[in-house]
Protein backbone atom coordinates (compact mmCIF):
# COMPACT_ATOMS: atom_id res chain seq x y z
CA UNK A 1 0.00 0.00 0.00
CA UNK A 2 3.23 2.33 0.41
CA UNK A 3 4.42 2.00 -2.46
CA UNK A 4 1.52 2.31 -4.45
CA UNK A 5 0.83 5.70 -2.54
CA UNK A 6 4.72 6.66 -3.49
CA UNK A 7 4.03 5.75 -7.25
CA UNK A 8 0.29 7.82 -7.42
CA UNK A 9 2.39 10.60 -6.02
CA UNK A 10 5.32 10.76 -7.78
CA UNK A 11 3.40 10.53 -11.55
CA UNK A 12 0.70 13.08 -10.35
CA UNK A 13 2.30 15.66 -8.79
CA UNK A 14 5.12 15.48 -12.20
CA UNK A 15 2.64 17.78 -13.67
CA UNK A 16 3.22 20.39 -11.33
CA UNK A 17 6.56 22.28 -11.97
CA UNK A 18 7.91 24.94 -9.32
CA UNK A 19 10.79 27.89 -9.71
CA UNK A 20 13.95 26.05 -8.02
CA UNK A 21 17.59 25.94 -9.76
CA UNK A 22 15.78 26.39 -12.84
CA UNK A 23 12.45 24.53 -12.87
CA UNK A 24 11.91 21.35 -11.14
CA UNK A 25 8.92 19.03 -11.08
CA UNK A 26 6.76 18.71 -7.49
CA UNK A 27 7.53 14.98 -7.23
CA UNK A 28 11.73 15.58 -7.52
CA UNK A 29 11.05 17.50 -4.61
CA UNK A 30 9.51 14.14 -3.16
CA UNK A 31 12.25 12.12 -4.44
CA UNK A 32 14.95 14.25 -3.62
CA UNK A 33 13.59 13.91 0.21
CA UNK A 34 13.07 10.36 0.38
CA UNK A 35 16.62 9.75 -1.11
CA UNK A 36 17.96 9.74 2.12
CA UNK A 37 15.40 6.67 3.14
CA UNK A 38 15.63 4.42 0.09
CA UNK A 39 19.36 4.85 -0.54
CA UNK A 40 20.93 1.05 0.51
CA UNK A 41 24.63 0.45 -0.20
CA UNK A 42 23.88 -3.36 -0.09
CA UNK A 43 22.51 -2.77 -3.97
CA UNK A 44 25.49 -1.88 -5.36
CA UNK A 45 26.69 -5.42 -4.43
CA UNK A 46 23.11 -7.26 -4.86
CA UNK A 47 22.58 -5.70 -8.38
CA UNK A 48 26.03 -5.37 -10.23
CA UNK A 49 23.79 -3.83 -13.38
CA UNK A 50 21.76 -1.12 -10.92
CA UNK A 51 25.81 -0.15 -9.67
CA UNK A 52 27.32 0.07 -13.04
CA UNK A 53 24.46 2.63 -14.23
CA UNK A 54 24.52 4.99 -11.07
CA UNK A 55 28.20 4.85 -11.72
CA UNK A 56 27.82 5.73 -15.23
CA UNK A 57 25.30 8.79 -14.39
CA UNK A 58 27.96 9.53 -11.30
CA UNK A 59 30.80 10.14 -14.28
CA UNK A 60 28.21 11.92 -16.40
CA UNK A 61 28.27 14.97 -13.47
CA UNK A 62 31.61 14.84 -13.15
CA UNK A 63 32.36 15.44 -16.51
CA UNK A 64 29.67 18.16 -16.87
CA UNK A 65 30.76 20.03 -13.53
CA UNK A 66 34.54 19.76 -15.27
CA UNK A 67 33.09 21.29 -18.14
CA UNK A 68 31.28 23.78 -16.55
CA UNK A 69 33.63 25.09 -13.95
CA UNK A 70 37.17 24.58 -15.43
CA UNK A 71 36.47 24.91 -19.44
CA UNK A 72 33.89 26.90 -20.51
CA UNK A 73 33.51 28.70 -17.27
CA UNK A 74 29.23 28.51 -17.17
CA UNK A 75 27.07 30.72 -15.61
CA UNK A 76 25.60 29.34 -12.09
CA UNK A 77 22.45 29.56 -13.10
CA UNK A 78 22.86 27.80 -16.21
CA UNK A 79 25.37 25.04 -14.74
CA UNK A 80 23.25 24.96 -11.56
CA UNK A 81 20.56 23.84 -13.72
CA UNK A 82 22.46 20.96 -15.64
CA UNK A 83 23.57 19.53 -12.59
CA UNK A 84 20.57 19.42 -11.06
CA UNK A 85 19.08 17.71 -14.01
CA UNK A 86 21.73 14.66 -13.60
CA UNK A 87 21.68 14.55 -9.66
CA UNK A 88 17.79 14.37 -10.44
CA UNK A 89 17.75 11.69 -12.99
CA UNK A 90 20.55 9.34 -10.59
CA UNK A 91 17.79 9.65 -7.69
CA UNK A 92 14.51 9.10 -9.71
CA UNK A 93 16.23 6.00 -11.07
CA UNK A 94 16.85 4.95 -7.17
CA UNK A 95 13.96 5.85 -6.25
CA UNK A 96 12.19 3.95 -8.82
CA UNK A 97 14.03 1.12 -8.74
CA UNK A 98 13.75 0.35 -4.91
CA UNK A 99 10.12 0.82 -6.05
CA UNK A 100 9.19 -1.20 -8.05
CA UNK A 101 9.17 -3.98 -5.89
CA UNK A 102 7.22 -6.65 -8.49
CA UNK A 103 5.10 -6.66 -11.71
CA UNK A 104 1.57 -4.83 -9.76
CA UNK A 105 3.39 -1.62 -8.82
CA UNK A 106 4.81 -1.28 -12.43
CA UNK A 107 1.01 -2.59 -13.47
CA UNK A 108 -0.15 0.53 -11.25
CA UNK A 109 2.64 2.96 -12.41
CA UNK A 110 1.34 2.19 -15.68
CA UNK A 111 -2.10 3.13 -14.58
CA UNK A 112 -1.04 5.92 -12.54
CA UNK A 113 1.05 7.53 -15.81
CA UNK A 114 -1.99 7.42 -17.77
CA UNK A 115 -3.79 8.89 -15.45
CA UNK A 116 -1.28 11.91 -15.72
CA UNK A 117 -1.54 11.91 -18.51
CA UNK A 118 -5.15 12.66 -19.38
CA UNK A 119 -4.71 15.30 -16.11
CA UNK A 120 -2.24 17.53 -17.93
CA UNK A 121 -2.25 18.84 -21.16
CA UNK A 122 0.71 19.18 -23.07
CA UNK A 123 1.31 22.90 -24.04
CA UNK A 124 2.41 22.07 -27.60
CA UNK A 125 -1.17 20.68 -28.30
CA UNK A 126 -2.26 23.90 -30.34
CA UNK A 127 -3.15 22.02 -33.56
CA UNK A 128 -5.36 19.42 -34.46
CA UNK A 129 -2.00 17.14 -35.55
CA UNK A 130 -0.21 18.39 -32.94
CA UNK A 131 -3.10 17.84 -30.09
CA UNK A 132 -2.98 13.87 -31.41
CA UNK A 133 0.66 14.10 -31.54
CA UNK A 134 1.30 15.46 -27.72
CA UNK A 135 -1.94 15.12 -26.15
CA UNK A 136 -3.30 11.87 -27.11
CA UNK A 137 -0.10 9.67 -28.27
CA UNK A 138 0.96 9.68 -24.65
CA UNK A 139 -2.60 8.91 -23.40
CA UNK A 140 -3.13 5.94 -25.84
CA UNK A 141 0.35 4.76 -25.53
CA UNK A 142 -0.16 3.77 -21.99
CA UNK A 143 -3.72 2.70 -22.57
CA UNK A 144 -1.84 0.29 -25.27
CA UNK A 145 0.57 -1.07 -22.70
CA UNK A 146 -2.43 -1.38 -19.78
CA UNK A 147 -4.38 -3.35 -22.29
CA UNK A 148 -1.36 -5.40 -23.79
CA UNK A 149 -0.43 -6.11 -20.16
CA UNK A 150 -4.07 -7.73 -19.17
CA UNK A 151 -4.54 -9.52 -22.78
CA UNK A 152 -1.24 -11.20 -22.67
CA UNK A 153 -1.24 -12.32 -19.13
CA UNK A 154 -4.59 -14.49 -20.42
CA UNK A 155 -2.86 -15.96 -23.10
CA UNK A 156 -4.10 -13.79 -25.80
CA UNK A 157 -1.22 -12.90 -27.44
CA UNK A 158 -2.38 -13.10 -31.07
CA UNK A 159 -5.01 -10.10 -29.99
CA UNK A 160 -1.91 -7.82 -28.71
CA UNK A 161 -0.44 -8.20 -32.21
CA UNK A 162 -3.77 -6.93 -33.65
CA UNK A 163 -3.77 -3.59 -31.18
CA UNK A 164 -0.79 -2.75 -31.22
CA UNK A 165 -0.65 -3.32 -35.13
CA UNK A 166 -4.15 -1.14 -35.38
CA UNK A 167 -2.58 1.43 -32.86
CA UNK A 168 1.17 1.65 -34.98
CA UNK A 169 -1.17 2.59 -37.90
CA UNK A 170 -3.33 5.02 -36.60
CA UNK A 171 -0.33 6.61 -35.60
CA UNK A 172 0.95 6.74 -38.80
CA UNK A 173 -2.31 8.24 -39.93
CA UNK A 174 -2.16 10.97 -37.52
CA UNK A 175 1.77 12.21 -38.07
CA UNK A 176 3.18 10.33 -35.07
CA UNK A 177 5.62 8.05 -37.00
CA UNK A 178 8.17 7.30 -34.84
CA UNK A 179 5.79 6.27 -32.20
CA UNK A 180 3.77 4.12 -35.01
CA UNK A 181 6.89 2.72 -35.30
CA UNK A 182 8.08 1.38 -32.21
CA UNK A 183 4.66 0.06 -31.73
CA UNK A 184 4.68 -1.84 -35.19
CA UNK A 185 8.34 -3.21 -34.72
CA UNK A 186 7.30 -4.71 -30.88
CA UNK A 187 4.25 -6.16 -32.62
CA UNK A 188 6.68 -8.31 -34.69
CA UNK A 189 9.01 -8.92 -32.20
CA UNK A 190 6.29 -10.63 -29.76
CA UNK A 191 5.02 -12.79 -33.07
CA UNK A 192 8.49 -13.84 -33.28
CA UNK A 193 8.81 -15.08 -29.59
CA UNK A 194 5.36 -16.54 -29.42
CA UNK A 195 4.76 -18.23 -32.59
CA UNK A 196 7.21 -20.92 -31.80
CA UNK A 197 9.47 -19.80 -34.60
CA UNK A 198 13.40 -20.84 -34.24
CA UNK A 199 15.71 -17.91 -35.01
CA UNK A 200 19.38 -18.63 -36.40
CA UNK A 201 21.58 -15.79 -37.76
CA UNK A 202 20.77 -17.25 -41.48
CA UNK A 203 16.99 -16.39 -40.98
CA UNK A 204 17.63 -13.30 -38.73
CA UNK A 205 19.76 -12.02 -41.70
CA UNK A 206 17.17 -12.96 -44.34
CA UNK A 207 14.41 -11.62 -42.05
CA UNK A 208 16.50 -8.48 -42.20
CA UNK A 209 16.63 -8.30 -45.93
CA UNK A 210 12.83 -8.69 -46.31
CA UNK A 211 12.22 -6.29 -44.19
CA UNK A 212 14.01 -3.69 -44.91
CA UNK A 213 12.66 -4.26 -48.92
CA UNK A 214 8.98 -4.38 -47.14
CA UNK A 215 9.97 -0.98 -45.18
CA UNK A 216 10.68 0.55 -48.40
CA UNK A 217 7.54 -0.73 -50.23
CA UNK A 218 5.45 0.72 -47.74
CA UNK A 219 7.42 3.48 -46.74
CA UNK A 220 7.11 4.67 -50.90
CA UNK A 221 2.99 4.26 -50.73
CA UNK A 222 3.15 6.42 -47.15
CA UNK A 223 4.42 8.98 -49.21
CA UNK A 224 2.08 8.68 -52.00
CA UNK A 225 -0.56 9.17 -49.55
CA UNK A 226 0.78 11.89 -48.11
CA UNK A 227 1.09 13.67 -51.28
CA UNK A 228 -2.31 12.60 -51.84
CA UNK A 229 -3.49 14.60 -48.60
CA UNK A 230 -5.08 10.86 -47.87
CA UNK A 231 -2.46 10.16 -44.38
CA UNK A 232 -0.93 12.18 -42.11
CA UNK A 233 -1.87 16.12 -42.32
CA UNK A 234 -0.12 19.64 -43.05
CA UNK A 235 2.88 19.23 -41.27
CA UNK A 236 3.57 16.02 -42.87
CA UNK A 237 3.20 16.81 -46.99
CA UNK A 238 5.14 19.97 -46.08
CA UNK A 239 7.94 17.81 -44.68
CA UNK A 240 7.53 15.69 -47.57
CA UNK A 241 7.34 18.35 -50.38
CA UNK A 242 10.55 20.16 -49.37
CA UNK A 243 12.58 16.75 -49.63
CA UNK A 244 14.52 16.46 -53.05
CA UNK A 245 13.65 12.80 -52.56
CA UNK A 246 10.44 12.38 -51.05
CA UNK A 247 11.26 8.18 -51.37
CA UNK A 248 14.66 8.65 -49.74
CA UNK A 249 13.81 7.73 -45.76
CA UNK A 250 16.85 9.07 -44.81
CA UNK A 251 16.31 12.27 -46.15
CA UNK A 252 12.69 12.55 -44.25
CA UNK A 253 15.04 11.63 -41.35
CA UNK A 254 16.44 14.21 -41.46
CA UNK A 255 14.44 17.18 -41.99
CA UNK A 256 12.58 15.58 -39.08
CA UNK A 257 15.26 15.28 -36.81
CA UNK A 258 17.55 18.44 -38.35
CA UNK A 259 18.78 19.12 -34.70
CA UNK A 260 20.64 15.44 -34.16
CA UNK A 261 23.09 16.47 -37.01
CA UNK A 262 23.22 20.45 -36.23
CA UNK A 263 24.30 18.83 -33.27
CA UNK A 264 27.38 17.12 -35.01
CA UNK A 265 28.69 20.47 -36.02
CA UNK A 266 28.65 21.64 -32.63
CA UNK A 267 30.27 18.36 -31.37
CA UNK A 268 33.06 19.16 -33.78
CA UNK A 269 34.17 22.60 -32.37
CA UNK A 270 34.34 21.67 -29.39
CA UNK A 271 34.83 17.79 -28.94
CA UNK A 272 36.91 17.21 -26.14
CA UNK A 273 34.89 19.29 -23.17
CA UNK A 274 31.87 20.25 -25.10
CA UNK A 275 29.78 23.94 -24.40
CA UNK A 276 28.49 23.39 -21.30
CA UNK A 277 25.44 23.29 -19.39
CA UNK A 278 22.52 24.96 -21.38
CA UNK A 279 25.30 26.52 -23.89
CA UNK A 280 23.46 29.32 -25.85
CA UNK A 281 23.46 29.34 -29.44
CA UNK A 282 24.94 33.24 -29.54
CA UNK A 283 25.78 33.83 -32.91
CA UNK A 284 22.66 31.27 -34.02
CA UNK A 285 25.62 29.35 -35.74
CA UNK A 286 24.01 25.97 -35.08
CA UNK A 287 20.63 27.19 -36.04
CA UNK A 288 21.41 28.26 -39.15
CA UNK A 289 22.62 24.60 -39.82
CA UNK A 290 19.61 23.48 -38.89
CA UNK A 291 17.51 24.92 -40.97
CA UNK A 292 19.61 23.89 -44.00
CA UNK A 293 18.60 20.38 -42.84
CA UNK A 294 15.11 21.13 -42.40
CA UNK A 295 15.15 23.25 -45.62
CA UNK A 296 13.33 26.43 -43.60
CA UNK A 297 13.94 30.27 -43.87
CA UNK A 298 15.01 32.01 -40.96
CA UNK A 299 12.28 33.47 -39.03
CA UNK A 300 13.25 36.63 -38.08
CA UNK A 301 10.26 36.79 -35.18
CA UNK A 302 10.97 33.67 -34.02
CA UNK A 303 14.70 34.61 -33.70
CA UNK A 304 13.66 38.13 -31.72
CA UNK A 305 11.62 36.08 -29.31
CA UNK A 306 13.40 33.00 -28.43
CA UNK A 307 16.87 32.53 -26.37
CA UNK A 308 17.60 29.29 -28.66
CA UNK A 309 20.14 27.02 -27.38
CA UNK A 310 22.21 24.73 -29.06
CA UNK A 311 20.43 21.95 -30.64
CA UNK A 312 20.72 18.85 -30.18
CA UNK A 313 17.84 16.55 -29.79
CA UNK A 314 19.59 13.33 -28.89
CA UNK A 315 20.42 12.39 -25.60
CA UNK A 316 24.12 10.92 -26.79
CA UNK A 317 24.88 13.70 -28.77
CA UNK A 318 22.94 16.14 -26.43
CA UNK A 319 25.54 14.85 -23.33
CA UNK A 320 29.07 15.63 -26.09
CA UNK A 321 27.31 19.11 -26.42
CA UNK A 322 27.26 20.03 -22.87
CA UNK A 323 29.95 18.21 -21.57
CA UNK A 324 32.37 16.80 -23.83
CA UNK A 325 33.72 13.05 -24.97
CA UNK A 326 33.29 11.82 -21.47
CA UNK A 327 29.92 12.68 -20.93
CA UNK A 328 29.01 10.88 -24.11
CA UNK A 329 30.80 7.74 -23.49
CA UNK A 330 29.07 8.05 -19.63
CA UNK A 331 25.51 8.11 -21.44
CA UNK A 332 26.46 5.93 -24.29
CA UNK A 333 27.24 3.24 -21.44
CA UNK A 334 23.64 3.62 -19.58
CA UNK A 335 22.50 3.15 -23.28
CA UNK A 336 24.64 -0.16 -23.24
CA UNK A 337 23.40 -0.86 -20.29
CA UNK A 338 19.55 -0.43 -20.87
CA UNK A 339 19.68 -2.13 -23.99
CA UNK A 340 21.90 -5.58 -22.59
CA UNK A 341 18.75 -5.73 -20.04
CA UNK A 342 16.09 -5.33 -22.50
CA UNK A 343 17.78 -7.63 -24.90
CA UNK A 344 17.99 -10.42 -22.46
CA UNK A 345 13.99 -9.74 -21.57
CA UNK A 346 12.84 -9.83 -24.76
CA UNK A 347 14.49 -13.16 -25.17
CA UNK A 348 13.76 -14.70 -22.02
CA UNK A 349 11.00 -13.24 -20.71
CA UNK A 350 7.81 -14.15 -22.89
CA UNK A 351 6.41 -16.26 -20.31
CA UNK A 352 5.63 -13.24 -18.26
CA UNK A 353 2.64 -10.77 -18.47
CA UNK A 354 4.90 -7.12 -18.91
CA UNK A 355 6.45 -8.78 -21.80
CA UNK A 356 5.01 -6.63 -24.03
CA UNK A 357 5.71 -3.40 -22.10
CA UNK A 358 9.14 -4.50 -22.32
CA UNK A 359 9.45 -5.00 -25.90
CA UNK A 360 8.44 -1.83 -26.24
CA UNK A 361 10.21 0.04 -23.63
CA UNK A 362 13.55 -1.82 -25.39
CA UNK A 363 12.89 -0.23 -28.55
CA UNK A 364 11.69 2.50 -27.35
CA UNK A 365 15.17 3.27 -25.24
CA UNK A 366 17.16 2.89 -28.79
CA UNK A 367 14.96 6.11 -30.39
CA UNK A 368 15.23 8.11 -27.18
CA UNK A 369 18.45 7.88 -26.77
CA UNK A 370 19.14 8.53 -30.18
CA UNK A 371 16.57 11.07 -31.35
CA UNK A 372 14.95 12.55 -28.16
CA UNK A 373 16.25 15.12 -26.12
CA UNK A 374 19.27 15.57 -23.14
CA UNK A 375 16.06 16.80 -20.77
CA UNK A 376 14.53 12.70 -21.27
CA UNK A 377 17.87 11.54 -19.36
CA UNK A 378 15.99 12.82 -16.41
CA UNK A 379 12.20 12.55 -17.01
CA UNK A 380 11.39 9.42 -18.80
CA UNK A 381 14.59 7.29 -18.78
CA UNK A 382 14.83 6.50 -15.05
CA UNK A 383 11.25 5.20 -15.32
CA UNK A 384 12.08 2.79 -18.08
CA UNK A 385 15.73 1.88 -16.66
CA UNK A 386 14.00 0.84 -13.21
CA UNK A 387 11.25 -1.43 -15.29
CA UNK A 388 13.74 -3.00 -16.88
CA UNK A 389 16.14 -3.48 -14.49
CA UNK A 390 13.74 -4.96 -11.89
CA UNK A 391 12.14 -7.37 -14.74
CA UNK A 392 16.07 -8.46 -15.49
CA UNK A 393 16.59 -9.56 -12.04
CA UNK A 394 12.96 -11.24 -11.66
CA UNK A 395 14.06 -12.79 -14.83
CA UNK A 396 17.40 -14.27 -14.20
CA UNK A 397 17.20 -17.98 -13.32
CA UNK A 398 18.30 -18.40 -9.65
CA UNK A 399 19.80 -14.99 -8.94
CA UNK A 400 21.75 -15.37 -6.10
CA UNK A 401 22.55 -11.52 -4.92
CA UNK A 402 23.09 -10.46 -1.46
CA UNK A 403 20.04 -7.87 -1.15
CA UNK A 404 17.87 -8.62 1.14
CA UNK A 405 15.58 -11.84 0.69
CA UNK A 406 12.63 -10.39 0.33
CA UNK A 407 14.22 -8.20 -2.61
CA UNK A 408 15.17 -11.21 -4.30
CA UNK A 409 13.05 -13.79 -3.74
CA UNK A 410 9.65 -11.64 -4.16
CA UNK A 411 7.82 -13.42 -7.11
CA UNK A 412 5.30 -11.08 -9.69
CA UNK A 413 1.83 -13.09 -9.31
CA UNK A 414 1.62 -11.89 -12.89
CA UNK A 415 3.55 -14.72 -14.82
CA UNK A 416 1.11 -16.24 -17.37
CA UNK A 417 -0.55 -19.75 -17.40
CA UNK A 418 2.41 -22.06 -17.98
CA UNK A 419 1.94 -23.35 -21.74
CA UNK A 420 0.03 -20.44 -22.69
CA UNK A 421 1.83 -17.99 -23.96
Known sequence: MVNRLKIALYT???????ALVGQLK??????????PFVFDRRDFKAYPMFRKIIVALAALFICQAVTDLLVVNSPS???LRGWAAIVMSILSFLFLFKTFKDDKIIFFFLCMTLLKNIIWTDENADT????FKFKMVPILSYGVYILSFLLYRSGRWKTVLALLLSYSLLCFARDARSTGMVFFLGAIIIYCFNSGMYLTRDRLLGFGIAGLLLFQFAYVG??????????GGEHASEQIERLDNPYNPLELLMTGRGETFAALAAISDAPLFGHGSWAKDDNLKYYRILLLYQNEEMNEQLVASTDHLIPSHSILLGAWVNCGLGGFIAVLLVFVFLLKMGFYLI??????????????????????????PLQQLRFNIPAIGAILLRSYYECLPAYNGTAPEALIHETTGFLAPEAEI
Open 77 to 79: ENF
Open 26 to 35: LNEIMVLLSA
Open 347 to 372: SNAADTALYPVLVLMTIGVIWTFLFS
Open 222 to 231: YVNAVLNHEL
Open 12 to 18: LLSGVNI
Open 128 to 131: DMSY
